[in-house]
């Protein structure tokens, strides 16, 4: 009997190796834990996958057998759930084997293993930490990871108003939701013209932010400088009044009758404000990309500001000491000492404002409801790929709405993801 | 040598000479780029404060003082004709809930992360990192399905449920990063104290209580303020789940929003008046807790 036979033995039935090795309490555990295993499978995860996949005679493969007696999403949820137990028990059972091994080595090489007991004992640190911390898991679980997952799955079915379940049995689709964005002419026109402006959108949105936050910062903390504190006072502003206020106030603000066309602009030219000339900053669809942009490096920019701001408290005055000995001025000062310190300290959170900015629902959704549609066209013009998902989840469209999510979400996640690789996140002590 | 120090000296003199002049004109050209920013915020913000207190029949202002003033006609309008005091107690209700709940999980959990080592840590760990990349609008479609498929839409209370499950949901999202914050804030605590207070005799319930709680104190802060702002700020999770309700049950951003989009029936200045009203609360506590957000800010960034 070797080690790797009670390894794999123990794999299959949880328990059975410990039974050999007479181990008993640790096998009537294991025996347990299959028994509930076959019990959770034979009662919740068999009966929801049965109905996963059900051809009906008209041949469409739905999800559940009837109408009105099954309910299509909680076939859908329960199943997702079925999988990740699987995952779970699948843990479980590894557990079991790599115990089961090591008390057969142990006892291959001294004789004896340590008990049962012993090993209780060992465990109580484990479970309580555990016990705290479980609270947050199932929130985590039940609201973020299950949702997300369960939404994926969305997009290849035909979830979309009126296919409601449980009136309706939700159809699988396969790939042809994520086809139609490239195989039909109009939808991949768009989709191609979406994508660009996202990309053109999150570059020049954050570019803009951390270039106005980083300068102004810079400029502010300058030692000559008075009345610091004022300006740190009225930069944190936009930041202070929530989003959707001040998006809302300059959706009014950029209007053919706001404060741009009626005081600002008769201020420089002089002229009397009149409605007829006035500029409809939303009417066009060029001139709502840049004022979106703008108003973005608006609402964005006092964030990098108090980032940059801290990181120059941390430069010690030495260097700038050192710098004027060997004849530095303002503007090496600032290239060689200040701008390599404050990149080095800020570059990961850059990384966080291209996400943002990428996954930016809230202003493009709400000033794009200030935009008027070409005509012709099927989006509107300032429609990114986020809040395109959004829009069309609005309107009930949940498939084609959950392809456009995993779509954001998977260029997000590989971006945070490598990000992080690439900063060395999961090896750094200070985190882990 | 003295002589090549000394004439190093008036090479540097002359040189800081130079340097002040050239420094004062940066100086003008800070603070006119200082101020022109100053306007370019103050702006907009003052124009709404002023429109509040402008009572005007014609949609639009030339002017950025008020024409018509009055203190309160619009806000006696605006809670007259709309239910914003009930917008305002949901949005608060909600916000001040989340807070509470995942500053109590995040310090919690955060304690644990640091003073416990124990073996499934380190995949904890990690896998709040992993979660945490889930962008938070992905699992809407599921969510809101969900809520329709467990009858939250078609019960009694179904405002209350749904109110219920927005708590739940932002407690989560608000839980994630914020715990990694907080462990790395214990962390930079040395865990020489608890071992001092733990041959005094303490528990771990007295360390955690009477030790490390008050040294934490400004990273729960911080926690606590952005807990608060969140669903104050939040427009999208509200606009889709709450769409289909009675007026009196959504949150300020849909209902001041709805405002806005209904331009012919309400006017500018309501919305101004209701604005500034809901701007009021996260404005003070920004202001109050300033140093707090600065300093937690930088600490929790740029460790990233």
């Known amino acids: 009997m070797s080690q790797q036979f009670i390894f794999w033995l123990s794999m299959v039935i949880p328990g059975s190796g410990h039974l050999l090795l007479h181990r008993m309490r640790e096998a009537l555990f294991g025996l347990s834990i299959l028994a509930l295993e076959i019990l959770v499978f034979i009662q919740f995860t068999l009966p929801n996958f049965r109905l996963l996949a059900v051809e009906q005679p008209n041949g469409k493969i739905t999800i559940g057998a009837e109408r009105f007696i099954d309910d299509s999403f909680l076939i859908m949820v329960g199943s997702t759930v079925g999988a990740m137990m699987f995952l779970v028990f699948f843990a479980l059972h590894y557990a079991f084997a790599r115990d089961a091994k090591d008390v057969k080595r142990q006892i291959d090489e001294t004789g004896s293993a340590i008990t049962f007991t012993e090993k209780v004992r060992g465990l109580s640190h484990e479970i309580v930490p555990n016990l705290i911390t479980a609270p947050k898991f199932i929130l985590l679980f039940v609201f973020a990871l299950l949702p997300a997952i369960v939404s994926i799955v969305v997009a290849f079915t035909n979830y979309k108003r009126p296919v409601l379940p449980p009136a309706f049995l939700i159809e699988w689709r396969g790939f042809s939701n994520f086809e139609r964005l490239f195989t039909n002419e109009r939808t991949a026109a768009a989709f191609q013209e979406t994508l660009s402006w996202t990309l053109t959108w999150t570059f020049c949105a954050s570019a803009l932010t951390i270039v106005l936050g980083t300068i102004l910062a810079v400029v502010a903390n300058n030692k000559g400088i008075r009345g610091q504190k004022f300006f740190r006072t009225v930069y944190i502003l936009p930041w202070a009044v929530p989003a959707f206020l001040t998006i809302l106030v300059f959706q009014l603000f950029f209007s053919k009758i706001g404060g741009m066309n009626t005081m600002v602009i008769p201020f420089f030219t002089g002229s009397e404000y009149d409605v007829s000339t006035a500029i409809g900053f939303f009417l066009d669809a060029d001139l709502a990309k840049v004022t979106i942009i703008l108003i973005q490096a608006w609402l964005g920019f006092p964030y990098v500001f108090i980032l940059v701001t801290g990181v120059l408290q941390t430069i010690p005055d030495d260097l700038y000491e050192a710098s004027a000995i060997d004849g530095g001025n303002a503007w090496s000062n600032f290239f060689d000492i200040t701008l390599p310190l404050i990149l080095i300290s800020v570059a990961p959170v850059f990384i966080t404002q291209f996400t943002f900015n990428f996954n930016n629902v809230t202003i493009v959704y709400m000033l794009g409801e200030a935009t008027v549609q070409t005509v012709g066209s099927i989006y509107k013009p300032l429609d990114t790929i986020s809040s395109l998902g959004f829009r069309l989840m609005m309107d009930a469209k949940y498939n084609e709405a959950a392809v456009y999510t995993l779509i954001t979400s998977t260029i997000v996640g590989a971006v945070v993801l490598y990000s992080w690789l690439k900063a060395g996140a999961f090896k750094n002590e200070e985190v882990m | ?304």
Not at chain 2, 195 to 205: C, F, H, L, P
Not at chain 2, 254 to 270: D, H, P, Q, T
Request: proline content about 4%.
């Open chain 2, 1 to 304: 040598m003295d002589s090549a120090i000394s004439l190093n000296r008036t090479v540097k003199v002359k040189r800081l000479n130079h340097n002040i002049i050239t420094r004062n004109m940066g100086l003008i050209f800070s603070y006119a780029f200082l101020i022109s920013m100053v306007i370019v915020i103050l702006y907009p913000i003052l124009i709404t404060l002023m429109s509040a207190f402008n009572v005007s029949n014609s949609l639009y202002s030339t002017s950025f003082f008020p024409e018509n003033f009055s203190l309160t006609d619009n806000f006696v309008q605006l809670f007259t004709q709309t239910p914003y005091l009930s917008w305002y107690r949901n949005t608060f209700l909600v916000s001040v809930i989340t807070m509470v709940l995942s500053t109590v999980i995040v310090t919690i959990s955060g304690f644990v992360y640091s003073r416990y080592r124990y073996k499934s840590r380190k995949s904890a760990l990690m896998s709040l990192l992993i979660i945490q990349i889930i962008p938070s609008g992905s699992g809407l479609i599921a969510l809101y399905a969900i809520a329709n498929s467990i009858g939250i839409y078609s019960s009694d209370h179904a405002t209350l449920y749904t109110y219920i499950f927005m708590i739940l949901i932002y407690t989560t999202g608000g839980t994630t990063m914020n715990t990694i914050l907080m462990k790395g804030y214990y962390d930079s605590i040395p865990r020489a104290l608890d071992e001092s207070a733990k041959i005094d005799g303490a528990t771990q319930m007295q360390i955690f209580t009477e030790i490390l709680l008050p040294l934490v104190k400004p990273m729960i802060m911080v926690i606590a303020i952005f807990c608060f702002l969140g669903p104050i700020g939040d427009i999208i999770m509200p606009k889709f789940l709450i769409a289909s309700m009675s007026a009196e049950a959504k949150t300020l951003a849909v209902g001041l929003m709805g405002l806005i989009n209904n331009i012919k029936e309400s006017s500018y200045n309501v919305f101004a008046a209701g604005a500034v009203l809901a701007a009021i609360p996260p404005v003070v506590v920004f202001y109050k807790f300033q140093d707090y957000i600065v300093g937690g800010l930088t600490s929790g960034g740029v460790k990233g």
